[in-house]
């Protein structure tokens, strides 16, 4: 299917256990040198807003640049698994996020078409933003944690790969809402320090 504004999913090359993700760690020995650092594992497996962490790091307001935003009616492989539960038609949303003039991640929606047109009404408002409006409830479960390659990313990043990838789902009154792919610059260990443990 041919797909002219949706940039291709990232690809993973080494993926935690589901099981270690669901307990919060991520898969990885503290002993191992390419094991995560703390505070990239508070970053990719807390619950927490990543627009929200990425303007605390760095000060500066986070900016959305929408990327595509289309029906997407077969998303086959390239979509994490939870995917499926989401009820059709879907919609697909890919957007940079920057803080100045830092491009510190890029992220990847799925929607059902109608729940889209309920909460993404602002395109380039932050999805945390949209959903939380009059402090609406909202739960967020990470299911997913990856390493991927992903060059058609490279340009915005201004930097090459491999990159620290996670995916979560958003639930309100127990429903999911949303699926969301996020994949992180190593620009952020300016902030955070390096991604993962370096060998002594």
Same mark, same amino acid.
């Given at each position: ?76 492989? +390239? *979509?994490?698994?939870?995917?499926? &539960?989401?009820? =059709? $038609?879907?919609? !697909?949303?890919?957007?940079?996020? #920057? ?15 109608? +729940? *889209?047109?309920?909460?993404?009404? &602002?395109?380039? =408002? $932050?999805?945390? !933003?949209?959903?939380?409006?009059? #402090? ?29 990838? !996670?995916?979560?789902?958003?639930? #309100? ?28």
């Amino acid at each position: 299917m041919t797909r002219p504004s949706l940039w291709p999913s990232p690809r993973p090359l080494w993926q935690a256990a589901p099981e270690a993700v669901a307990a919060g760690i991520s898969g990885q020995s503290e002993g191992d040198s390419g094991a995560l650092s703390g505070p990239w594992r508070l970053l990719l497996l807390g619950d927490g807003s990543p627009t929200r962490h990425l303007q605390s790091l760095t000060g500066i307001a986070v900016e959305v640049e929408v990327i595509a935003m289309e029906a997407d009616a077969d998303p086959g492989g +390239e *979509a994490p698994p939870e995917v499926a &539960e989401l009820d =059709q $038609p879907l919609l !697909r949303r890919q957007v940079w996020l #920057r803080c100045g003039s830092h491009t510190l991640a890029w992220a990847e929606s799925w929607w059902n078409q109608t +729940e *889209a047109d309920q909460h993404l009404q &602002e395109r380039s =408002q $932050p999805i945390w !933003r949209s959903l939380t409006a009059n #402090r609406a409830e909202l739960y967020r479960e990470v299911d997913g944690l990856a390493l991927v390659e992903a060059p058609a990313l490279e340009p915005g990043f201004g930097c090459p790969g491999p990159y620290w990838s !996670r995916h979560y789902r958003f639930f #309100r009154g127990g429903r999911e809402l949303t699926v969301i792919r996020e994949v992180f610059s190593p620009a952020i260990e300016q902030w955070l320090g390096p991604a993962q443990h370096i060998a002594s």
